[in-house]
């Protein structure tokens, strides 16, 4: 039996060689390679761009016809009135000069109106209220609101369909893109209804609000005095974070799934993606919306729309007509001009509770087909597509031991085997992006790509590409063929990789996530090319499989590129603005990792099928150390430019008088309150002209004083309040004296409870911070109409005061309680802020101010913090 066994075993060897050289025979040649992955870098640049930046033909008023969105008129409309400039709340420019020209344009359209169809009512109000949770508040007097209703002469429908956007700015802006933008879209989609003889059902509203930027306060008061807000029962939200381009759908419902479907039938540009609204919604977007008043305070379902491109300039001086194409304004136009048409016709409008029932799954294709289904719908295909991958490549593996002559065990051992090398290459090709993401931050060279975007690719696309491959290029190498052919081998890691995307896809459905979607696209192109390839002889003649699913995945890797294109686009100029306390590089990092993975997780593997796949590898290494030479040892690799991708710096010129129980003037300093916006903070600036000499951390100052003894601006700051740095300066800082904090009162309300009245003038930005001290209880103020106080885990209690129109001095009064009864005591702390943003401070200020280089896009003004101890 012995020399039997050893002639068996001959002829496996040599059986088992004819295979290793059948497999050779069978590889491509190497130079081949480079231009297999030069196909699909040809396939995003040549086509997956282009239909991403597309937009339609601008019409003129020459060769328009009627009933059409005239992008001409529109964009004359946005050069008046973003050539009005910063429209801060409580300015003239945007509670007289805005106002009057929204006013009058609305005039001209009523003026042009069809009289026999419809009616029009305008109406100008003025709101003033309260709104906020926990320790933080904001109260605004004499907000202005520009509300339109255009009414069928024939509806009788009580229900509203209302259409948003606000006219206000932030400080130093001209707003063109934020949100001029859609103000003036919504005026010239009010003149082609109101013009032509489409009938509608449901009279539609027009709000023009006046105070968004502050902390949507404006919407608050319409939906919840608004004499029309009863009656709306959805709302289509307009806003920006961008200027041009295209607008994407970023929210919907919730739980109104109809909405999405007539999105899909009216919408002439599709642009949305479920993925968008589940990531603002988790709050990795440093943004909000009037959106969440509608859907807080007046329970109306509805879709947030925005534009997101050229985010650069979003809240910045160059935030101007001249960067706004006609293009953008044509596709938007056309967009919600048909959206509104159709939402006005909704039999669902009549009673949207009836039809409320889970949420929606929507994409768009490159902006040429939108997909919807409902969650339920998205579910059952979830689970169906990751069930065919299973059941298909169980098909696979028992026809590779069938063609193979081996046992189904003797494959799936091989299987599992492949499978622990393609979770490696899975993890891997997520993980190195984010490695290199840390390195550079540990380095302080964030944000390299700011002004480069190409860098991404070098930076981040290649090094999860090299985690992809090396690890199945290394085990190709290096196992032996026994038995089972190299072009078998390779299907293994493919099946793997769908074993992958199958077990995320549930995991994510079981989790409740609609993304989960993302995965199915892959998956259910790559189950077809198999199934085709099991219906054929090319499953198991050598690689000839590989070319169904090579034209499999040309769709999803478009898809999955334009995805993640998307965020990256939309993410990398937040970067700039979303302060310095965390890392942003690794978002960019781990969207370009995932979308890398989606789009070559099926493709990468084949460079195996060439010879010297090494070659790939080696390759991809080179373009990542030059990107990495070019990020950290060039001007390349320099985040900022002047104008286009400027770093936002935003100060105050503070003031800080500090006075005692028996009114002293204790502390009396000046000097510059820095809130870098940016991961770099102050580290760009030195060497330049600026003199930050004496710039320190105000952490000291934040552990010893309440609210660190600033007059911190916004939610941002104090958010930020530990990332905040002060430069003291030794003249003080000059601010306009007209305002004003007068006790009016102390009076004893019983035993326990003393009532404090007072007086508040000054500039139309103003806050209060108040902390009882440790024996009291602050148990009841005039700010809300009940007077309750709510429980709150952190003090002290913020009150930000915002004017409007209306600026007339601010009466309030504060009860505390003490068990002791002893009111003759130090009972709180007052601190009170006022913002003269539209100063630009005194000469030194000014000259301070003029030192920074041209890239700094500077937001700074005057500011003065007074602390009472009462």
């Not at 009010?190 to 006046?210: D, M, S, W, Y």
């Not at 010297?612 to 690799?637: D, E, H, K, N, W």
């Amino acid at each position: 039996m012995a020399p039997k066994e050893k002639l068996i075993s001959y002829e496996s060897v040599e059986a088992s060689g004819n295979v290793l050289k059948k497999d050779a025979s069978l590889k491509v040649p190497w130079y081949f390679a480079s231009g297999f992955l030069l196909f699909w870098v040809l396939l995003f640049f040549a086509v997956m761009i282009p239909f991403f930046y597309r937009l339609p033909t601008a019409l003129t008023i020459e060769d328009a016809e009627e009933n059409v969105f005239i992008a001409e008129r529109a964009y004359k409309n946005l050069y008046t009135l973003s050539n009005i400039g910063t429209k801060l709340t409580g300015s003239k420019e945007n509670e007289v000069e805005a106002v009057n020209f929204i006013l009058n344009e609305l005039t001209q359209i009523k003026e042009d109106m069809l009289g026999e169809f419809f009616e029009m009512e305008i109406d100008l109000s003025k709101v003033s209220g309260v709104l906020g949770s926990g320790s933080t508040f904001d109260v605004y007097q004499g907000i202005q609101n520009i509300v339109v209703k255009l009414t069928p002469k024939s509806t009788k429908s009580d229900s509203y369909l209302l259409v948003n956007s606000h006219f206000d700015s932030k400080p130093f802006t001209p707003s063109a893109g934020d949100a001029g933008f859609m103000i003036v879209t919504m005026l010239e989609v009010l003149r082609v209804i109101a013009t032509t003889k489409q009938a509608f059902e449901h009279p539609i509203v027009f709000l023009f609000n006046g105070s968004e930027e502050g902390n949507l306060q404006a919407s608050h008061g319409f939906i919840t005095q608004h004499k029309w807000a009863p009656y709306c029962k959805a709302v289509v939200n307009l806003d920006a974070a961008g200027s041009g381009g295209r607008e994407v759908l970023f929210q919907s419902g919730p739980n109104h799934p109809w909405l999405v479907k007539y999105y899909k039938e009216y919408i002439k540009y599709p642009f949305a993606t479920t993925m968008a609204e589940e990531i603002f919604q988790s709050g990795i977007i440093p943004s909000d919306t009037d959106f969440r008043q509608f859907k807080s305070y007046g329970n109306i379902p509805g879709l947030d729309m925005a534009q997101f491109i050229n985010g650069y300039v979003y809240h910045t001086k160059y935030d101007v007509i001249d960067v706004i194409p006609r293009e953008a304004l044509q596709n938007t136009g056309d967009n919600i001009l048909g959206l509104v048409r159709g939402l006005a016709n909704a039999t669902e409008l009549r009673d949207t509770e009836a039809y409320k029932s889970g949420n929606a799954v929507f994409f768009d294709f490159l902006g040429l087909y939108f997909v919807q289904y409902s969650e339920a719908t998205g579910t059952c295909l979830n689970f169906g597509v990751a069930g065919a991958a299973l059941i298909f490549i169980i098909v696979s593996m028992w026809r590779m031991a069938a063609i193979s002559r081996v046992s189904i065990c003797h494959v799936v051992r091989w299987f599992i085997l492949v499978m622990i090398i393609q979770i490696i290459s899975f993890v891997l090709g997520l993980a190195l992006p984010i490695v290199v993401a840390y390195v550079f931050d540990n380095l302080e060279l964030s944000l390299t790509y700011y002004s480069t975007p190409m860098l991404v690719i070098g930076l981040y696309v290649c090094p999860s590409l090299i985690g992809l491959s090396l690890p199945l290029t290394i085990y190709y190498n290096l196992q032996g063929n026994d038995k089972i052919s190299t072009a078998y081998h390779l299907q293994l890691a493919l099946h793997a990789q769908a074993v992958i995307l199958a077990l995320l896809t549930i995991g994510l459905t079981l989790f409740g996530l609609r993304s989960a979607y993302i995965f199915v696209i892959p998956l259910i192109f790559y189950v077809l090319s198999l199934a085709l390839n099991l219906l054929t002889t090319l499953h198991d003649r050598g690689y000839a499989w590989t070319g169904l699913l090579k034209a499999s995945q040309i769709i999803p890797f478009l898809y999955s590129s334009y995805l993640f294109y998307i965020f990256v686009v939309a993410l990398t100029p937040m970067g700039g603005r979303a302060g310095s306390s965390s890392n942003r590089d690794l978002y960019i990092a781990v969207l370009a990792a995932a979308g890398t993975v989606l789009s070559f997780g099926f493709l990468i593997p084949l460079i195996n099928a060439f010879r010297r796949p090494s070659f790939v590898v080696f390759s991809l290494l080179a373009i990542t150390a030059v990107a990495m030479y070019l990020a950290s040892s060039t001007q390349i690799g320099f985040p900022y430019r002047p104008k286009t991708n400027g770093q936002r710096i935003a100060y105050l010129q503070v003031r800080n008088m500090f006075y005692e129980y028996d009114g002293t003037l204790s502390k009396d300093e000046s000097g510059y309150l820095f809130n870098f916006m940016d991961r770099r903070e102050e580290k760009p600036l030195l060497g330049t002209n600026v003199n930050l000499t004496g710039l320190v951390s105000m952490k000291s100052k934040c552990e010893t004083h309440m609210m660190c003894g600033m007059p911190l601006y916004s939610y941002g700051y104090i958010q930020h309040r530990l990332q905040n740095k002060w430069l003291p300066r030794s003249e003080p800082i000059e601010t306009p004296a007209s305002t004003a904090l007068q006790r009016l009162s102390k009076t004893a309300v019983n035993a326990t409870t003393v009532r404090f009245e007072f007086n508040l003038t000054g500039p139309s930005h103003m806050s209060l911070f108040i902390e009882p001290y440790e024996d009291v209880t602050l148990s009841k103020w005039s700010f809300v109409s009940d007077g309750q106080v709510p429980s709150a885990s952190q003090l002290p209690y913020s009150i930000f005061f915002t004017y409007g129109i209306d600026s007339s001095p601010i009466n309030f009064f504060l009860e505390l309680t003490k068990p002791n009864g002893n009111f003759n005591v130090p009972l709180f702390q007052l601190g009170v802020s006022r913002h003269y943003i539209t100063n630009e401070g005194d000469a030194q200020s000014v000259k301070f101010a003029s030192s920074f280089p041209s890239y700094a896009i500077l937001v700074q003004w005057p500011a003065l913090y007074q602390r009472y101890i009462f």
